[in-house]
Every structure is written in structure tokens, then in C-alpha cells.
């Protein structure tokens, strides 16, 4: 029977039927085909990340399109010359040297011990007298020498004052041991601030720097390494206390936060317990000062506590306890991060590449106007945006909303949930065209976070949220002396020096920014107990 005759002698009922179970597989085959697109953009967004580049970096095809602002600057090019040296008939240019000659490659400065060792001549001794040296040349090659430590011993002569024979006692003189840093400890004020940089600098966790101490002879217990740096960070607790205040001060105040490995749980039915995710909280202020807060969760209240009645601008991410706060404090201004809303448009490749790639050239045009006048004046710099940046900010959300009435694209799709966070957020995107101070996004801040990120790989977790929180303060000291232009290890050993006896109501001082101004032209010595260092300090 063809489909026609089965049409024919099919009924009203039946047919109803059939065209509703072709509807239901209709809907089913919808179904299935946005799921397949869904679960195709994971796997291609997931190759991205394991066999792809991760970085979000895009560079234009056409560095001629770049805008121009109406300033044409056409800057001279400097092109490096090669030396050339006269040799006869011609010049002969002069190739870079191998490191060599006189002057190879290798740069250092006056710090940097030199150990000179003088080559034989390669002639016979016999035959010396018939050679006259004429000058030298030098070889210069970087060494290296195993973990540098030493032992300073501190010698106090004992005198017995002279008495006549019938003296009942004799009367015994030594002066007392020099000061340190914890009392009763032998750790040098130098060990200590060396301990700190290398685990909260340079990421070497506490057990490799004591095998580092063993193998070059010290003998020194892991506990006594972890108590010594407990020590020292608690001394240092005001300092970032004072720091923390100042930063709560700025009028642009960027913040974030980022996950870490802190304390254990509850050990489970199976006698097993794992690490607690905890958070901390960084916070960059308007004078290149960060601070680390830790919370053992991330929860709306540490936001709420933590910002507890601050007033000025707010930058941070999409993160919505920021939006709340701003929203139920009318002194705060919440602006919003453009990297954060272009993350999304740049995730959105895998499935919408045309969409997408219109979407980052409009923010990567936006960033080469900020580029370009981010050195300006506040003035000038607020009226170059209202200028360049406005019109192109107005023009990529008009875009956005016209996408989104035409209602052509998939509602899961990444291109949407991009665009839907980007419109969710115009007024807080908007903020730094009303306000010179307020950045773009949050990439200054971002790079800061990049030390706890790495250090994660390296120490893993913190076994207590009291060390955690001591991890924060270094970091918070440690990040800020490089934002500030100060060497960590002179910073640190002056300051463990001179923190117990600064007045409290002036240890803000202490903190890098303010210590950079106060005592780095003359800072308190690496010099426990030499000449001139009575009890350890000037």
C-alpha cells in the first residue's frame, strides 16, 4: 500500500497522532542536536586547553589598522649599528662576541663577587726570558656555588677585675650575647629573611630548603625551619595590618579572589580526610600596595566585612557578592573588568568564530586607544576616552543588542552567555569613562596572583588556615616591595630589626611604601654583633 492509500484509510484520530509523535520527535531531534553542539564546543574548548596555546593574546594581521587617535606620531626609528673597526683599505664590521674576549655577553654589577684565577703562560720557564707580556685577556664564565650559608660566631671576652689577695670573690665581666630577632633563638636575622624570599619569592618550599641545608652541611630540624618562619611572619602581622589600612583608603580599589589548599576536613567513615578550599583575597590599592586576605570560604560576608565601610571604586570581575555590596552601599561605584567580559568572547571561538572574532577586534580596538593614551595626565587622559574610547564602547553594546533581538543564536551557546554577562554588566563597563583613575580591568592585580598560583605547584597547600593566613602577610610585604621598587631581603632585614621597638602608633612606616621614603637611603645592617652594632640595631 503506497503512503497515499495509507493516508486515504487512515482516520482523523490517527493522523492526529502520528503528527504529534512527529512533533515529539521533532523536539526530541531539537533536543539532541543542541546537546551534540554543547557537548562538541566542551571538547573543542577542552583540546584547546590541552594541545592549543593558552594564552589570550591576539595580534592583528594588520598593524596598519591600528587607530591613530588624529596624532600621527611618527617616531624616528632607531636602528642599532654594528661597531666597526679600521683595518687597512676598509672598515670591518664588528660581530657580537662569544663571551671570549674582553667583553662577552655575561652583565653584572658591583655585587657580584669575582673570583680571578690566573692561567699559566703555556711557556717553557726557560723560555720566558725571551717573551715580554704585553697585556691580557679575559674569560669570563658564570659559576655557581652551593646553597650559601655560614656560621657568624660571635667571641665576647671574659675579664676578672683585679683585687687585692684577701678578696672574698673575684668579679667576673662579659658583655651579654648579641640581640636577635626570637629570643633564644640562633637563627641570624639573614636566615630568616632568606627563609621567607625563598618560599614566598621564589616558591621553595620549606622541606627542599632543608635538604638544601643538609646537603651543605647544616644540620638544622624541619620543625625549627617551620617555627622560625611562624615567628618571623607574626612580627610582621602589624605591618601588614597597617599596610591593609592604607590600601582600604584608595579611591580605586581592585579586587579578586583565588582558591588555596587550607586545614583538613573531618576525617570520613573511611578514616580518610582531605584539605579545606579556602581563599584568599587580594586587594590592590591606588599606590601599589596589595595585600592577601585570607577567608576560609567565599562567601557574599567576607566581601561584606572585609569592605566594611569602604567608599570609592570598586573594580573586580563578574563575581556577584561585588555586585551586591556595591549595590546596598551608595558610596561605592562598582566597574566592572574588560578582560574578564572578553574571556568570554574569546572561549566562544570553538562555536561562533565570525561572532566572536567582531567581538574582541571592537575590545581589542578599545585597548589600543588606552594603550596609547594610558601616560596622559587625568585631565587629558578623561577627554581622549570621551573622545575615542565612548564611541566605540556605545557602538560594540548597540551590536550586542541587536544580536540579541534577532534571536538567532542558540540560547546555550557560548556566544550567548558571552554576550548575556557583557550586557548584564554595561553600566559597571562604563565606569572608566566617567573616571581617569579607574582602570580598564584587573590585569595589575592579576599579576600579583600569579605567585600564589605558582606557589600552589611548589608547597601544594597550607596544612593550617593560621598558615595560610601567614602565607597572605608574606605575600602581601614580598609583592608589594617589588611594585615598590625594594630589594625584599634589605627591606625584611631591616624591618625584623626595628619592628619591636617602632612606636605603634607610626609602624605604617613600616610598610614598603612608606619605609621606601623613611630608611631605605640608610637601612639597619646585615651586621649582628660587629663593630658599631651594640645590641643588634643602630
Known sequence: MSNKELAVSMNHEQIATLLASHAGLAQDYDHLKTRTDELQTQLDWFKRQLFGTKSERRVSPDESLQLTLGELQQAESETATEPTIKVPGHERRVGPINGNGDEGDLRFDDSVPVEQIILPSGIA??????????????SRHLA?????????????????????????????????????VLDRSFADVSLLAGLLIDKFRYHLPLYRQHQRMNACGVHVSR???????????????????????SILSSQVLAM??????????????????????????PLFGDQDEVAFHFAPTRSHSVVFELLDGYAGTLVTDGYEAYKQFAAKNAEVCHAACWVHTRRGFDKALVSDQDLADQALQQIANLYRVEEKIRHLAPEKLQAKRALHSKPIVEGFFEWLRKL???????????????????????????????NPAVPLDTNHLERQIRPIAVGRKNWMFCWTEVGARYTGIAHSL???????????FIYLVDVLQR????????????????????FAADPIPDCLGSVGCQDGRD
Open 478 to 488: 614580598l609583592s608589594t616591595c617589588i611594585l615598590q621598587g625594594v630589594d625584599p
Open 125 to 138: 720557564a726557560d723560555d720566558l726570558n725571551d717573551y715580554e707580556k704585553i697585556g691580557e685577556k679575559k
Open 256 to 281: 579578586d579572589e583565588t582558591p588555596i589548599k587550607a586545614g583538613r576536613k573531618k576525617k570520613n567513615p573511611s578514616g580518610r580526610s582531605k584539605m579545606n578550599t579556602a581563599y584568599f583575597w
Open 144 to 180: 655557581q656555588k652551593p646553597g650559601s650559608y655560614f656560621v657568624r660566631e660571635f667571641i665576647r671576652s671574659v675579664y676578672k677585675k683585679k683585687a687585692p689577695a684577701d678578696a672574698i670573690e673575684d668579679e667576673i665581666y662579659c658583655i651579654p650575647p648579641p640581640w636577635t
Open 499 to 518: 619592628v619591636e621597638t617602632h612606636p605603634a602608633a607610626k609602624v605604617e612606616e613600616l610598610t614598603p611604601r612608606l619605609w621606601k621614603e623613611k
Open 404 to 434: 540579541q533581538a534577532e534571536q538567532a543564536l542558540l540560547p546555550s551557546s557560548p556566544f550567548t552567555k558571552a554576550l548575556a554577562y557583557a550586557l548584564e554588566r554595561e553600566k559597571a563597563l562604563k565606569v572608566f569613562l566617567e
Open 223 to 245: 620543625g625549627s625551619l617551620t617555627n622560625w618562619v611562624h615567628r618571623t611572619v607574626e612580627l610582621l602581622v602589624p605591618v601588614y595590618e597597617a599596610q591593609m589600612k
